[in-house]
């Protein structure tokens, strides 16, 4: 079975400065692939990063890295010069085994950005 | 490029009525999976499918089933619909025929049973 915490169910940050959102997992899998998404307050999901179990490099899109740590089973969203849209509810997510779309979240962290 | 798309983008109905969901992956994507979103219960796994077939399953009840064309396109059903049911639903698409690589997922289905 497969497990994702996030044990930050809220997170406040000042405009321009950088926020870490923590994202812990647990599986039995050799391989398996962890997600951040971002879902404003309309509903959609927007992705923003993929790991993969065996890449060696930290995943890195734009603004958003992912900081990977596998001995200690965690996947952290660190979020760069945070702007105003960056408020949101951010999830982490796991997919592994002989899965293809089906993936386990976490609770999600409501993120907000202060001016 | 298009992303997924889902319709409808709300809809209400209500209880022991049926609902029928559609969503058109990205193109070139073979991989379809469903979740239903609460403020309850979070973000949970109903199924998926590959080239027409479901691959894995979520514990749902029988109430809840989908299926997969061969363009890709699915559709999900809901029938005789409860209270419970009022949720988002999500779909998403990836291109793999394995677990890597990205998964993007649509804007979702608001269904509201009163």
């Known amino acids: 079975a497969q497990k994702i915490t996030q044990t930050q169910p809220g997170m406040f940050v000042q405009e321009k400065e950088a926020v870490t959102l923590d994202c812990t997992y647990d599986?039995?899998?050799?391989?398996?692939?962890l997600f951040w998404y971002k879902q404003p307050s309309s509903g959609e999901m927007i992705f923003l990063i993929y790991?993969?179990?065996?890449?060696?490099q930290n995943a890195t899109e734009g603004r958003y890295s992912l900081n990977f740590q596998k001995a200690r089973k965690s996947a952290n969203l660190v979020i760069s010069a945070s702007q105003l849209g960056d408020s949101a509810m951010y999830f982490c997510?796991?997919?592994?085994?002989?899965?293809?779309?089906?993936?386990?979240f976490g609770q999600g962290t409501i993120l907000t950005v202060h001016p | 490029k298009a992303g997924v798309t889902q319709t409808p983008r709300y809809l209400i109905k209500t209880r022991g009525q049926q609902v029928t969901l559609s969503c058109s992956p990205i193109?070139?994507?073979?991989?379809v999976s469903w979740y239903q979103q609460t403020p309850g219960q979070g973000l949970q796994f109903l199924f998926e499918?590959?080239?027409?077939?479901?691959?894995n399953k979520g514990n749902f009840p029988g109430r809840f089933s989908g299926r997969q064309f061969s363009n890709s396109r699915s559709e999900m059903n809901v029938s005789t619909l409860e209270l419970g049911d009022s949720a988002l639903y999500l779909c998403?698409?990836?291109?793999?025929?394995?677990?890597?690589?990205?998964?993007?997922f649509g804007e979702g289905s608001r269904l509201t049973v009163l």
């Open positions: 998403a698409s990836t291109k793999t025929g394995g677990n890597t690589g990205e998964l993007f």
């Open positions: 599986t039995s899998d050799p391989s398996y692939g």
């Open positions: 790991q993969g179990s065996y890449d060696q």
């Open positions: 997510a796991m997919r592994g085994g002989t899965s293809y779309g089906k993936l386990t």
């Open positions: 193109s070139g994507h073979r991989s």
């Open positions: 499918y590959f080239s027409e077939t479901q691959r």
